[in-house]
């Protein structure tokens, strides 16, 4: 089974300070991460993934992650946050066992302020 | 390249109806997921179809849900004799044949029902 924890479900900030959004996941395979971004009343978008090789991820609109096995994180971070990324952000996992099946935590509100 | 489409994006249902969501796949792409997100709620997995075969319908209600994915055609989730507790949005996702992990979300259909 696995398994995804957003450890903040809320977190504000203000604008151009950093962020990062704190995902731990439990799988017994090797697992595909995944952060999506939804705004109001919309479907998700992918803002990166990690399948493989190199633990530092890039993604869409400025964000990163780093895939960290011994500590099975996979936080997200922004050096300077505007205030068109406050949105709900959605760390997932899925894995080759697990075909098909993604599992998605409960989610991070971003709220930037001016 | 069209992205996932869905429809309707909104849907009013009284207690009893029948809801019928469709998801039309990006181009190419022939694998179809059904995910359910309450309010205040992450996304949850229903179930996962590939063309005429139902692969992995671990997350379905046992009764009054049903989804299809026909060799010509949109993939229809189907609720019969709608509650209140069914009130959501749905996502679809896509994915190409050869990274079923890679999943593109379609706007959701926010199902309602009074």
């Known amino acids: 089974a696995q398994s995804v924890t957003q450890l903040d479900s809320q977190v504000p900030v203000f604008e151009e300070a950093p962020v990062e959004l704190r995902c731990n996941y439990s799988?017994?395979?090797?697992?595909?991460l995944f952060w999506y971004v939804q705004y109001p009343n919309q479907g998700l978008q992918l803002l990166l993934k990690y399948l493989s090789g190199s633990t530092l991820v890039k993604g869409i609109n400025g964000f990163e992650a780093e895939f960290n096995k011994s500590q099975t994180s996979f936080h997200l971070r922004k050096p300077s946050v505007h205030i068109s990324d406050t949105a709900e952000y959605f760390c997932?996992?899925?894995?080759?066992?697990?075909?098909?099946?993604?599992?998605f935590g409960d989610g991070t509100t971003l709220t930037v302020k001016p | 390249n069209a992205g996932v489409m869905q429809n309707p994006r909104h849907l009013v249902r009284r207690r009893g109806q029948e809801a019928r969501l469709r998801c039309s796949p990006m181009?190419?792409?022939?694998?179809v997921y059904w995910y359910r997100q309450l309010p205040e709620e992450g996304l949850k997995f229903m179930v996962y179809?590939?063309?005429?075969?139902?692969?992995?319908e671990s997350g379905m209600p046992k009764e009054r849900f049903s989804a299809e994915f026909p060799k010509e055609g949109p993939s229809i989730l189907r609720i019969q004799q709608v509650v209140r507790g069914d009130s959501a949005a749905y996502f679809c996702?896509?994915?190409?044949?050869?990274?079923?992990?890679?999943?593109?979300f379609g706007p959701g259909t926010r199902l309602t029902v009074t």
């Open positions: 997932a996992v899925s894995s080759n066992t697990n075909a098909g099946k993604s599992t």
């Open positions: 799988s017994s395979v090797s697992v595909y």
């Open positions: 181009k190419g792409h022939s694998h």
């Open positions: 179809l590939q063309k005429e075969n139902i692969i992995d």
């Open positions: 996702a896509s994915s190409p044949p050869t990274s079923y992990y890679e999943q593109y």
